[in-house]
């Protein structure tokens, strides 16, 4: 949702009920939004910042979570225990005071965390895909690029400025092009992009010997299988200044089904993330129509 100021300028809200408002009626609510305004901690890590009891704090945050205005960003292994990390539902908060209807104001929709890849309704980015010709260093032709149909629609639903053509071949890039923000679709055998970003975020490919074909590693588990897509995004390897997204699997409907996941699991493709998916054919037809999310890093 936005909101538009008196200035005409438009922010990221959430609405919240009057009765809400009683749960940052404290110094200490306030100070703890604050706290989260940096970014996402525990209850734990709070505390020790404010110099406060934990008590008081997981209080506050019980209040805090139950009005709508932080939620569970991650969890974390911490001393044999699992701490939850909160973040911000949105750094600004609206109260809807009467049944006024609402404004329709044109534009597109906002990208949420599709952003810096998308910035102000443009692709602010480069969709490599790899070259249909064999390449690379495994000489293996990429299949994914059909997949980058769907990616094209789901992205373009954001677009108010359409770029032509909006992708490149792998074997296409410049050096420069390289510095970008870049969607890789498809896995390092056949996308010598996806290749050199290899193992540098957190879930990345493997050839296994033992199964005589490529897995799909996190740091806790391994998984294999054509359906298995991953979504992970990290910091640009090659200009630490922008960012990387890779969509890819260990075949064309892994690639499909991380695109799928994309669409799906938008909320949870956060920076220096990865999600591991699995392809569902709902209907039968050999196209995969969903996905199921089997693991979030």
Sequence with gaps: MHVLNSKGEIYRTVFIPLKSIRAVNSTLAEKILIELSKGPKCAAD??????????????????????????????????????????????????????????????????????????????????VVGSPEPHGRYRAPASDGYAAIGLALYLGSFLEEQRIPAYKLDTQLRESDLKENLILVGGPKANTVSDEVNGKMKAWFEYSDERKEWIIRSPWNSYFGKGIGVIARGKNPFNKEKEVLLLAGTGFRGSSAAII???????????DSALIVRGIDVDGDGIMDDCELLETI
């Design 261 to 271: 996941g994309l669409k799906k699991f938008s909320e949870l493709v956060r920076k």
């Design 46 to 127: 709070i505390a020790k910042s404010l110099g406060e009891a934990e008590q008081k704090v997981h209080y506050h945050m019980r209040k805090l979570r139950d009005a709508g205005l932080i939620k569970i960003s991650r969890t974390e292994e911490r001393g044999g225990g699992t701490a939850k990390l909160y973040e911000l539902v949105s750094g600004v908060i609206s109260v809807k005071l009467s049944e006024e209807k609402p404004i329709k104001i044109g534009g597109v929709r906002d990208p949420g965390n599709l952003r810096p890849f998308i910035e102000e309704g443009r692709l602010n980015s480069i969709i």
